[in-house]
Antibody
Framework: QVQLQQWGAGLLKPSETLSLTCAVF????????WNWIRQPPGKGLEWIGE???????KYNPSLKSRVTISVDTSKKQVSLKLSSVTAADTAVYYC???????????????WGQGTLVTVSS | DIQMTQSPSSVSASVGDRVTITCRAS??????LAWYQQKPGKAPKLLIY???SLQSGVPSRFSGSGSGTDFTLTISSLQPEDFAAYYC?????????FGGGTKVEIK
């Protein structure tokens, strides 16, 4: 059974850097793409970016200048950093697995539990 | 970016009702559409992928159809556990994008 467990700081001040980590338990790590998605309170879902085991990334152009996604294959972990946060970055952040190759990597079949990150002075 | 538009934004229905949710893409996405269910305080759950393929373990009362730009999610007989928010998402091209969501509420 695949499980994604995520953690990170939940309260940040404006201009700080958001940092979250997602650990993968069960299943193959190297065969899939790993994604970050966020959801502001009461709003819809926004895709942040993806990474594979080799470190190849794709980012949402709307966040690209501030986002870094990295991977540690030895620990089966992926990490998200978002710099210069503002109140607009307040959201629940999720990690999720892309279910296969080709276009199937965009189908998100396993999700982490979510981490609420609040940006407030 | 491909824009995904869902309708309605909310629907009130009773247990046993048939519910249909529509999703429209701003350009042709072939069949690269997924549907997710989200309950309050929980992560989204994959229901349907490739427009009409049922994810393992998902009840058969859920079905999806469509291709190109127009898609539907149908719940054939609404159950108490189906009251939730539903999102469509295109997997045709990056960035991945989601519809604004449809909240299925109890009438």
């Amino acid at each position: 059974q695949v499980q994604l467990q995520q953690w990170g700081a939940g309260l940040l001040k404006p201009s700080e850097t958001l940092s979250l980590t997602c650990a993968v338990f069960g299943g193959s790590f190297s065969a899939y793409y790993w994604n970050w998605i966020r959801q502001p309170p009461g709003k819809g879902l926004e895709w942040i970016g993806e990474i594979n085991h080799g470190g190849s990334t794709k980012y949402n152009p709307s966040l690209k200048s501030r986002v870094t996604i990295s991977v540690d294959t030895s620990k089966k972990q992926v990490s998200l950093k978002l710099s210069s946060v503002t109140a607009a970055d307040t959201a629940v952040y999720y990690c999720a697995r892309g279910s296969g190759s080709g276009n199937y990597r965009g189908v998100l079949d396993y999700w982490g539990q979510g981490t609420l990150v609040t940006v407030s002075s | 970016d491909i824009q995904m538009t869902q309708s309605p934004s909310s629907v009130s229905a009773s247990v046993g009702d048939r519910v249909t949710i529509t999703c429209r893409a701003s350009q042709d996405i072939s069949s690269w559409l997924a549907w997710y269910q989200q309950k309050p305080g929980k992560a989204p759950k994959l229901l349907i992928y490739a427009a009409s393929s049922l994810q393992s373990g998902v009840p058969s009362r859920f079905s999806g159809s469509g291709s190109g730009t127009d898609f539907t999610l149908t719940i054939s007989s609404l159950q108490p556990e189906d009251f939730a928010a539903y999102y469509c998402q295109q997997a045709n091209s990056f960035p991945l994008t989601f519809g604004g969501g449809t909240k299925v509420e109890i009438k």
